[in-house]
């Protein structure tokens, strides 16, 4: 849970969770913390819509294009 609101801080705009040892439980904790995190303040809400606006913009930008 602490990785994934210093990854967001640092400027990670996705994160992906899996891969062996993540279970429901361990992904339930992390979307937890990280609302904790945002309510907190510890998660400034604009570095949120920054993320969201890159993500959202860069799908576009590949919807946009042929399917090769």
Same mark, same amino acid.
């Given at each position: 849970?602490?990785?994934?609101?210093?990854?967001?801080?640092?400027?990670?705009?996705?994160?992906?969770?899996?891969?062996?040892?993540?279970?429901?439980?361990?992904?339930?904790?992390?979307?937890?913390?990280?609302?904790?995190?945002?309510?907190?303040?510890?998660?400034?809400?604009?570095?949120?819509?920054?993320? $969201?606006?890159?993500?959202?913009?860069?799908? $576009?930008?590949?919807?946009?294009?042929? $399917?090769?």
């Amino acid at each position: 849970s602490e990785a994934a609101i210093l990854a967001i801080n640092a400027g990670c705009d996705l994160l992906l969770l899996g891969g062996k040892g993540i279970n429901i439980q361990i992904i339930c904790q992390v979307h937890k913390a990280l609302i904790e995190a945002v309510e907190s303040g510890r998660i400034p809400l604009e570095r949120l819509d920054a993320a $969201f606006n890159k993500v959202r913009r860069l799908k $576009f930008i590949k919807l946009s294009q042929p $399917f090769i």
